[in-house]
């Protein structure tokens, strides 16, 4: 392991957004299209496509940063399962980035306080949300993500009110999430360029992990997929094959 992350494949599919970024010492590459179901069918080609452009290989990589959740079912599903095939077939580390803290990074580097709360849009009526803090260069929770309704968090700003708020839940929710006076930032996103600084901070901190640790962080039990939902992780898994020549797990 190098003493610093100077080569590092990053992408999430958490969220209907699907982000890929890669990083080559000071040169950064990135792609951002539409995720949900489409996600399992363009995320390996355009991976392979950003490595192409750079001009290097999957083992000319440091570590494969992820994002881990919370999020959408299939979609984190869809992440965990390319980073483990990418991440065994080139014998590489992965690095679990909480997707809510992406959304804070993204925040932060549009212009927002570096004290926030990360509301993202969790259908069913609910949000995943946590209240995240950067200090001395890195991101910490000061609350820690749970799944809640608008009612929830409501009471809880009250007597706590938040200085920013940053996510899709702004606009799904509206006028519904009372957050005062805080800045809002409702276009921020798991953008992969900002997991970069992120994955950076984990890799010198030693959270590289082996791919068989790069696991989903679900808030939401979920008993069943949908037939979509299974088509959508086939269809995923038939392009890691095919990328990879080899078998995904």
Known sequence: MTASLTSCLAFDT????????LRVGDAIWSHEGPGGALASATLIP???DLLAQAGIGLPDL???AFGRGPGAF???RTACSVAQGLAFGADKPVLPIDTL??????????????DLWVVMDARMDEIYAAHAVFESGRWRYAVVPFLGSPQDLN???RTEPPLALAGSALSAFGERLDGGAAQRWPAALPRARAMLP????LWSQGGAVDAAQALPLYLRDK???TMAERAALKASKDALVTATGGVAT
Request: aromatic residues 2%; contains cysteine.
């Open 223 to 225: 008993v069943a997929q």
């Open 155 to 157: 009471e809880r700003w």
């Open 101 to 114: 803290l992406a959304v804070a990074e993204d925040a932060r580097i549009g212009g927002a306080c570096d």
């Open 74 to 76: 299939t979609g984190l």
């Open 198 to 201: 992120l994955a950076a901070a």
């Open 62 to 64: 440091d570590a494969i």
């Open 46 to 48: 355009g991976i392979m």
């Open 14 to 21: 958490a969220t209907e957004h699907l982000s890929i970024a």
